[in-house]
T-cell receptor, first 116, second 113 residues
Framework: DAGITQSPRYKITETGRQVTLMCHQT?????MFWYRQDLGHGLRLIYY???????DKGEVPDGYVVSRSKTENFPLTLESATRSQTSVYFC???????????????FGPGTRLTVL | AQSVTQPDIHITVSEGASLELRCNYS??????LFWYVQSPGQGLQLLLK??????LVQGIKGFEAEFKRSQSSFNLRKPSVHWSDAAEYFC???????????FGAGTILRVKS
């Protein structure tokens, strides 16, 4: 049971380039999330998705785009990377059967992105 | 909107000593509260969560947390720390609806032998 995986684990790119971070989960969880982790800020929600083709903004969505054509995949794209987007990115999923925040979120191992 | 404060950025304890990590939250209604742990280079793992009922919650790895509404706190405790507990700990609060969490900045725990 692979659970939730992220690729790549490490990425170095240059300012202005487009970058896509992949997230895949094998549980068929309905909810998926993207967070960024920065020192002193903890984890901040970028985007989330309640189901295929349903996405919504989180706390820090600017500069990011998401899509969810299949339940198991939730890619995050930086359309034109900036240095401020250097961070560790975590994907998470939860088996929510409703709209409550009670469900455990399961996290992937993270992608460390450096923008030069 | 909800928010979480973890006042301690770093804490160092001796192996075998007791541990308490502080968490204060801000939310207008009854919060849903979580503690997650992140080992170096890993994703986050849920330690425990509180929704309602008994205010003392037991979690994995011997951790427990107590919800105190009057103090808006949800402190994490462990009676005897092991070297393998060295990690970063995050407190999070969720609203009743919306399936979104707000995380604190984290507390890095160091364990000395």
């Amino acid at each position: 049971d692979a659970g939730i995986t992220q690729s790549p684990r490490y990425k170095i790119t240059e300012t202005g380039r487009q970058v896509t971070l992949m997230c895949h989960q094998t549980w068929s969880h309905s909810y998926m999330f993207w967070y960024r982790q920065d020192l002193g800020h903890g984890l901040r929600l970028i985007y989330y998705s309640a189901a295929a083709d349903i996405t919504d903004k989180g706390e820090v969505p600017d500069g990011y785009v998401v899509s969810r054509s299949k339940t198991e995949n939730f890619p995050l794209t930086l359309e034109s990377a900036t240095r401020s987007q250097t961070s560790v990115y975590f994907c998470a999923s939860s088996e929510s059967t409703g709209y409550a925040s009670t469900d455990t979120q399961y996290f992937g191992p993270g992608t460390r992105l450096t923008v030069l | 909107a909800q928010s979480v404060t973890q006042p301690d950025i770093h804490i160092t304890v001796s192996e075998g000593a007791s541990l308490e990590l502080r968490c204060n939250y801000s939310y207008g209604a009854t919060p849903y509260l979580f503690w997650y742990v992140q080992s170096p280079g890993q994703g986050l793992q849920l330690l425990l969560k509180y929704f309602s009922g008994d205010t003392l919650v037991q979690g994995i790895k011997g951790f427990e947390a107590e919800f105190k509404r009057s103090q808006s706190s949800f402190n994490l405790r462990k009676p005897s720390v092991h070297w393998s507990d060295a990690a970063e700990y995050f407190c999070a609060v969720g609203a009743k609806y919306g399936n979104k969490l707000v995380f604190g900045a984290g507390t890095i725990l160091r364990v000395k032998s």
